[in-house]
């Protein structure tokens, strides 16, 4: 985590259900208000990622796609 409550998650590399399984233990350990950037490389994410807000109640706040990458910006409720 950096100062500013930020937690990044690099799952580069990682296939499904390993992004899905890491973001969930990653927020169930945060405070509310936290705020997470998720990096994958798994065209799956791009719907299990939402998915996982959504069942967890949590704010999709964006997702970016770089060469293949994407960054999911999400803040735990």
Known sequence: MDDEGTVSLDLLGFLCP????????????????TLFEVLCDDPET??????????????LLGVSEDAGEYLFRIQKR
């Open 18 to 33: 390993v992004p899905v399984h890491e973001t969930r233990r990653a927020v169930e350990e945060a405070n509310p208000g």
């Open 46 to 59: 791009l719907h299990d990622i939402p998915a996982l807000c959504d069942r967890m109640g949590l704010a």
